[in-house]
């Protein structure tokens, strides 16, 4: 079967090598919408692409559908010595890259006295080992094309950032890396290992059973590889063996994994074993007569956050509040409504769950400005209660998610289809029909996820204070 290398496989490498193999030798091909495609690589609509680079002179488009023609339309810009190549495509043999921006710079090549460099358009601020694998492979390519390598890779941010790097220091990483990909796509099956990045790929929800059948220690929540490979020398391969050990035997034949690890290790096997949660240490909540639960939704595609959902609970009265902006024009106005409840609410504790939310509040607070009071509150308010769980807590899970938490302590989405991934094509809907049940459907989404926090926080506050 004939499979392409493209800058995605990289990723898709990153999150599980088995994902190139299932989409290289699967007979039936699980083919995802393009905007989902997208929104998994950290890439932005092309609207917002074309927002960053507008300042930018002479732009040269590749507007060719089919791989081979636009190849031909980007050698063809390149060859006059355009200065800014948007949306080029560049090919050899089976390799195909899709720089989002190629520049022209300074120096000799086979193009005369100037060579390209090629640029991603990402949504994150910080430079990521999976985006240096990309730019390794422009290089590459670019390489082959022009006989000249760049020397650095960049990504350029939403607020037009340029972020570069030399590409000489991860040349080792990356072309081990990429001889694995050629060998996968080869026929070779890469080893199981459950991680995070799993539910990432396409293939998950048919893949997962297979590590659950052979009893996979990986399926234990945040376990590193060399802690499995270590366990294994030492003879203990499977869920149930490690549930069935002492710590201290465990302690004998696996000295070089740290002692606390191997407890932990050991209760999440029982756990899992025996489908119960443990209560490790006990937590504790600030009392208070009102509380807030809240969340954020994104639209990493145009980095933009348009919904902030607070559910404030009094007792047994529970009313949901969601600050919206249609439009990046109305984020300050989504903020300041915002701040305001915050302002009226400055002694309730503010429960979210993952670091998403500070995150997204600091930038705001430091795009448009916030009250001193407000600032003070949510300095003082804001809870994560995953950093809270995660010590005190282990539950039966390989995935601490909210919605594999809530799941199991009974919580359920209205939609059926719930998920971040899903509300952010949901939202890219409504922009276009601006369909007034879609965004009901995001604002249910939401007030969903902040009524899943309270009973996690309620469920946390039973159980494990
Ligand atoms: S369960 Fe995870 S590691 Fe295993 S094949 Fe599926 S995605 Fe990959």
């Given at each position: 079967?004939?499979?392409?290398?493209?800058?995605?496989?990289?990723?898709?490498?990153?999150?599980?090598?088995n994902?190139?193999?299932?989409?290289?030798?699967?007979l039936?091909?699980?083919?995802?919408?393009?905007?989902?495609?997208?929104?998994?690589?950290?890439?932005?609509?092309?609207?917002?692409?074309?927002?960053?680079?507008?300042?930018?002179?002479?732009?040269?488009?590749?507007?060719?559908e089919?791989?081979?023609?636009?190849?031909?339309?980007?050698?063809a810009?390149?060859?006059e010595?355009?200065?800014?190549?948007?949306?080029?495509?560049?090919?050899?043999?089976?390799?195909?890259?899709?720089?989002?921006?190629l520049?022209?710079?300074?120096?000799?090549?086979?193009?005369?006295?100037?060579?390209?460099?090629?640029?991603?358009?990402?949504?994150?601020?910080?430079?990521?080992?999976?985006?240096k694998?990309?730019?390794?492979?422009?290089?590459?390519?670019?390489?082959?094309?022009?006989?000249?390598?760049?020397?650095?890779?960049?990504?350029?941010?939403?607020?037009?950032?340029?972020?570069k790097?030399?590409?000489?220091?991860?040349?080792?990483?990356?072309e081990?890396?990429?001889?694995?990909?050629?060998?996968?796509?080869?026929?070779?099956?890469?080893?199981?290992?459950?991680?995070?990045?799993?539910k990432?790929?396409?293939?998950?929800?048919?893949?997962?059973?297979?590590?659950?059948?052979?009893?996979?220690?990986s399926?234990?929540?945040?376990?590193?590889?060399?802690?499995?490979?270590?366990?294994?020398?030492?003879?203990?391969?499977?869920?149930?063996?490690?549930?069935?050990?002492?710590?201290?035997?465990?302690?004998?034949?696996?000295?070089?994994?740290?002692?606390?690890?191997?407890?932990?290790?050991?209760d999440?096997?029982?756990?899992?074993?025996?489908?119960?949660?443990?209560?490790?240490?006990?937590?504790?909540?600030?009392?208070?007569?009102?509380?807030?639960?809240?969340?954020?939704?994104s639209d990493?595609?145009?980095?933009?956050?348009y919904?902030?959902?607070?559910?404030?609970?009094?007792?047994?009265?529970?009313?949901?509040?969601?600050?919206?902006?249609?439009?990046?024009?109305?984020?300050?106005?989504?903020?300041?409504e915002?701040?305001g409840?915050?302002e009226?609410?400055t002694?309730?504790?503010?429960?979210?769950?993952?670091?998403?939310?500070?995150?997204v509040?600091?930038?705001?607070?430091?795009?448009?400005?916030?009250?001193?009071?407000?600032?003070?509150?949510?300095?003082?308010?804001?809870?994560?209660?995953?950093?809270?769980?995660?010590?005190?807590?282990?539950?039966?899970?390989?995935?601490y998610?909210?919605?594999?938490?809530?799941?199991?302590?009974?919580?359920?989405?209205?939609?059926?289809?719930?998920?971040g991934?899903?509300?952010?094509?949901?939202?890219?809907?409504?922009?276009?029909?601006?369909?007034?049940?879609?965004?009901?459907?995001?604002?249910?989404?939401?007030?969903?996820?902040?009524?899943?926090?309270?009973?996690?926080?309620?469920?946390?506050?039973?159980?494990?204070?």
């Amino acid at each position: 079967m004939f499979a392409r290398v493209t800058e995605k496989t990289f990723y898709q490498y990153l999150k599980c090598p088995n994902w190139i193999y299932f989409d290289a030798h699967a007979l039936e091909k699980n083919v995802r919408e393009p905007l989902m495609e997208q929104l998994i690589d950290d890439g932005l609509i092309e609207e917002k692409q074309r927002e960053i680079i507008s300042d930018r002179q002479e732009i040269a488009e590749v507007t060719a559908e089919d791989p081979e023609e636009a190849f031909r339309q980007t050698l063809a810009f390149m060859r006059e010595g355009r200065q800014t190549i948007f949306h080029g495509v560049l090919i050899d043999k089976h390799w195909i890259g899709h720089p989002d921006v190629l520049e022209k710079v300074e120096g000799k090549s086979t193009l005369r006295d100037f060579y390209y460099v090629a640029a991603d358009l990402k949504r994150s601020r910080f430079l990521r080992d999976e985006f240096k694998f990309q730019g390794s492979f422009y290089a590459d390519l670019l390489e082959r094309i022009q006989k000249v390598k760049p020397q650095m890779g960049y990504v350029i941010t939403p607020d037009r950032t340029v972020l570069k790097y030399p590409l000489a220091p991860f040349v080792g990483e990356y072309e081990l890396t990429l001889s694995e990909i050629e060998k996968i796509i080869a026929g070779k099956k890469p080893a199981h290992f459950v991680t995070t990045g799993c539910k990432q790929s396409p293939w998950f929800s048919s893949c997962v059973g297979e590590s659950q059948t052979c009893d996979d220690i990986s399926q234990l929540n945040r376990v590193w590889r060399q802690e499995v490979h270590l366990l294994e020398q030492a003879g203990v391969k499977t869920i149930a063996q490690l549930a069935a050990s002492s710590v201290a035997d465990l302690k004998r034949r696996a000295p070089l994994v740290h002692p606390d690890r191997l407890e932990i290790m050991r209760d999440q096997a029982v756990a899992i074993k025996e489908h119960r949660h443990i209560i490790r240490r006990a937590m504790a909540f600030p009392e208070s007569p009102v509380e807030l639960f809240f969340d954020i939704e994104s639209d990493p595609l145009r980095d933009f956050d348009y919904l902030f959902g607070l559910l404030a609970v009094e007792g047994k009265k529970e009313s949901y509040h969601p600050f919206f902006a249609a439009s990046p024009a109305q984020e300050k106005d989504m903020w300041e409504e915002f701040v305001g409840f915050i302002e009226r609410h400055t002694d309730a504790p503010i429960y979210h769950y993952g670091w998403f939310e500070k995150e997204v509040v600091w930038r705001f607070m430091s795009r448009y400005g916030i009250s001193a009071a407000a600032k003070e509150a949510l300095e003082r308010n804001l809870i994560d209660v995953l950093e809270r769980l995660r010590p005190a807590v282990i539950l039966p899970l390989s995935f601490y998610s909210l919605k594999d938490i809530a799941a199991y302590l009974g919580f359920h989405w209205r939609a059926d289809d719930a998920s971040g991934a899903n509300s952010v094509l949901w939202f890219e809907e409504w922009l276009k029909k601006k369909d007034q049940k879609r965004l009901q459907k995001i604002l249910e989404y939401n007030e969903d996820d902040v009524r899943a926090t309270a009973v996690l926080k309620q469920w946390l506050a039973q159980n494990a204070c």
